[in-house]
């Protein structure tokens, strides 16, 4: 079974602190993703990576890095973490082409 | 890639077909339809997708119309844990993203 896992899926940060996202897929795919959500803005792209040490800015990469340094994780960074960063973070991969994308089960970050 | 347009939301008796329709009028000849859908807390799920001929899986079937502007989404026979948001995704096959609307919220009632 296809899987791809987030290292929490909930967690609280204070204003200023560095946070952490963990992505892991276990499908040997290329194609690294992800995304916010947030009530009545849908899914947004922040960052994508389609090999190791390979990354692309999405529609929303300001605030953000990532970092994939094994085909297998791809790590989201919020550097000082704000407020307006609280949100469902999802992460997602999928092989070339694309037809089906996974997705992980998501973290809910609260940023206080 | 090409917009799409959704009910915001139906609702649909347990046991009995869903049909959700999409809207795809400027679809290109090379677009592929999709449709995910996201259960509440859980991240979207692919569920099918065609170009022009009618699909199905055993998850749903889809339905596009000779002209390609519109398409419709079947889940045969509703169960409550159907209930999702539905979105439905026009772009070309491959590529590296997909881009989600807002979808159609389906509840599915006892």
């Known amino acids: 079974d296809v899987k791809v896992t987030q290292s929490s899926r909930y967690l609280v940060k204070r204003t200023g602190e560095k946070v952490f996202l963990e992505c892991v897929q276990d499908m040997d795919h290329e194609n690294m993703f992800w995304y916010r959500q947030d009530p009545g803005l849908g899914l947004r792209l922040i960052y994508f990576?389609?090999?190791?040490?390979?990354?692309e800015k999405g529609d929303i990469p300001e605030g953000y890095s990532v970092s994939r340094e094994k085909k297998e994780r791809f790590s989201l960074i919020l550097e000082s973490a704000s407020t307006n960063q609280t949100s469902m973070y999802l992460c997602a991969s999928h092989r070339d082409p694309l037809v089906e994308q996974y997705f992980g089960p998501g973290t809910r970050l609260t940023v206080t | 890639d090409a917009k799409t347009t959704q009910p915001t939301s139906m609702d649909c008796a347990e046991g009995r077909a869903a049909n959700l329709p999409c809207n795809h009028s400027?679809?290109?000849?090379?677009?592929?339809v999709y449709w995910y859908r996201q259960i509440h807390s859980q991240g979207p799920q692919y569920i099918i997708h065609?170009?022009?001929n009618n699909e199905t899986n055993e998850m749903a079937s889809l339905i596009i119309t000779e002209d390609r502007k519109s398409s419709t989404l079947i889940l045969p026979h509703a169960t409550l844990r159907d209930t999702a948001v539905y979105y439905c995704i026009v772009r070309v096959k491959g590529g590296n993203k997909l881009v989600f609307g807002a979808g159609t919220i389906l509840r599915v009632k006892s």
């Open positions: 990576s389609y090999d190791v040490k390979m990354k």
């Open positions: 400027t679809i290109s000849g090379n677009e592929y």
């Open positions: 065609g170009l022009k």
